[in-house]
């Protein structure tokens, strides 16, 4: 039940309390928290925290000021027949299912090659944990505030992004996704075109097509989207919309070159396009200087821009901000209350509580050590058990190694074996719009420790040798 978020000692009471409400009668005072604290020689902290836990679980009723009770147990409600929902909803909505497995929890045996996110050891979970106890206490934290979201924290997104957006222009989401999904609501119509970089997220692609796009690839490379394709896929499509990792693209880390951005932008300014830059790894950097923003670049209002900070601070931290001006920021701001109104206070008040503290900077030292030793310790585990797949340009940052595989191996086949072998990984034919060229994996560096890569990689290549 409660039990692996529960230390020892308040095991110990919760379960003297289970054994309670199983044998006693409901409306049974439970032993005082001054007695169950001399019988476990635990703290009333640790007390309370059981008894809460069973209240959760619906075993207890506590009554403020009297005491807590065994609960009624519920009453068994005859089986019921849901299966004329199947009737009723029809087919479920594209993209769903991948999306869920992408985010599926993995067992706690298996080695998570598979991971957009970076797990609690490169978290800054300490300051986090101070700022949001700060923004708690804080009364107005707690009000309905703008719907656009603080105007600091607007500011410090749009300092960020640097170029001509102001606190003005940004809207505050609660992440990327959502953002996403409300963009290509907000600046697009069922039935228009949304053209991708190919390969690319494949929860762009979904949010996409549910917003009744037609999504459309433009070939990338290691150095990003190939701008003399991107003016063709405009001219021949219509598009209004383009979707773009400019820095660390997930899936294959590319880094849109420094040669090839004032031909991206020109491409959608000669159509009247729009360009959704999706800012999602600033702060992922391993090698090198990050470009700016393609945003910083942009003069007459090209350019979307969206950063999250889900990816760098961590999954918690549901907090992101999107940019637009002119009209486009108006359509963002109203189509985005139309999907959840606002951002929780509390949560906007400890990110900039957090993005303004000195534990900010020191978060981005440490994680891009922590991010160098693990991709290193991913590529060291490649070249020893799979070299014929270790790639010859590692990514400069990001959370993704892409392995192109050898056309006749069965991708979904491989994963399956990994997966009996403990050891999660994704396929790439999901990051593709259209037809994938090649089979590829995508082996990500953000939820494992970088002590598990070898054995990680020893167990992949023997699900290798089983397909
Ligand atoms: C490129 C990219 N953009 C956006 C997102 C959405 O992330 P979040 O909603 O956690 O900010 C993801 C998540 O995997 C992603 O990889």
Not at 163 to 181: E, V, Y
Not at 439 to 453: E, T, V, W
Request: glycine share 10%; hydrophobic share 45%.
């Amino acid at each position: 039940m409660y039990e692996d978020n529960a230390s020892d000692t308040v095991i110990g009471v919760l379960r003297e309390i289970r054994t309670l409400a199983r044998d006693g009668a409901p409306g049974d005072r439970l032993p005082s928290v001054r007695t169950l604290v001399a019988r476990h020689h635990v703290s009333p902290l640790t007390v309370q925290a059981a008894i809460r836990t069973a209240s959760a679980e619906g075993l207890v009723d506590v009554q403020p000021g009297k005491g807590s009770y065994i609960a009624a147990p519920r009453a068994e409600t005859p089986t019921a027949d849901l299966s004329w929902q199947s009737v009723a909803l029809g087919p479920g909505r594209q993209g769903e299912e991948v999306l869920s497995s992408l985010l599926a929890v993995p067992s706690e045996h298996a080695i998570t090659l598979s991971s957009g996110y970076i797990d609690s050891t490169l978290q800054p979970v300490t300051a986090l944990g101070a700022a949001l106890a700060r923004a708690a206490r804080q009364p107005t934290s707690w009000e309905r505030g703008p719907i656009e979201g603080r105007h600091d924290l607007r500011g410090w997104f749009a300092r960020e992004a640097g170029g001509r957006l102001r606190a003005a222009d940004m809207t505050i989401c609660s992440g990327g996704q959502p953002a996403l999904a409300t963009a290509f609501r907000g600046l697009a119509a069922p039935g228009d075109v949304l053209l991708v970089e190919s390969p690319t997220y494949l929860g762009a692609i979904a949010a996409g097509r549910d917003a009744g796009l037609r999504v459309v690839p433009v070939p990338a490379d290691a150095d990003g989207v190939r701008p003399d394709l991107l003016a063709d896929a405009f001219r021949r499509t219509g598009a209004r919309l383009f979707y773009c990792q400019p820095l660390h693209a997930n899936p294959h880390g590319g880094v849109l070159a420094t040669s090839r951005r004032a031909d991206v932008l020109a491409a959608a300014a000669d159509a009247g396009a729009f360009i959704m830059e999706d800012d999602w790894a600033r702060g992922l950097t391993i090698d090198g200087t990050p470009p700016p923003p393609l945003a910083a670049d942009d003069v007459n209002g090209h350019v979307v821009y969206l950063r999250s900070l889900t990816k760098v601070v961590a999954p918690g931290l549901r907090v992101a901000a999107i940019g637009a001006r002119g009209v486009a920021g108006t359509r963002l701001r109203t189509a985005r209350v139309l999907d959840d109104f606002f951002v929780a206070g509390p949560l906007q008040a400890a990110t900039i509580d957090f993005v303004t503290s000195p534990a900010w900077r020191r978060h981005f030292t440490a994680l891009r050590s922590g991010l160098h030793t693990r991709r290193d310790a991913l590529l060291a585990a490649l070249r020893t058990h799979l070299p014929h797949l270790a790639p010859s340009t590692p990514p400069s940052g990001g959370l993704h190694v892409w392995l192109r595989l050898p056309e006749d191996v069965d991708e979904s086949a491989l994963v399956t074996a990994a997966a009996a072998q403990n050891v999660v990984v994704f396929g790439g034919r999901p990051w593709f719009a259209a037809e994938a060229p090649a089979p590829h994996l995508r082996l990500s560096i953000g939820g494992a420790p970088a002590d598990s890569y070898d054995d990680g990689v020893r167990r992949l290549s023997r699900a290798f040798t089983t397909v």
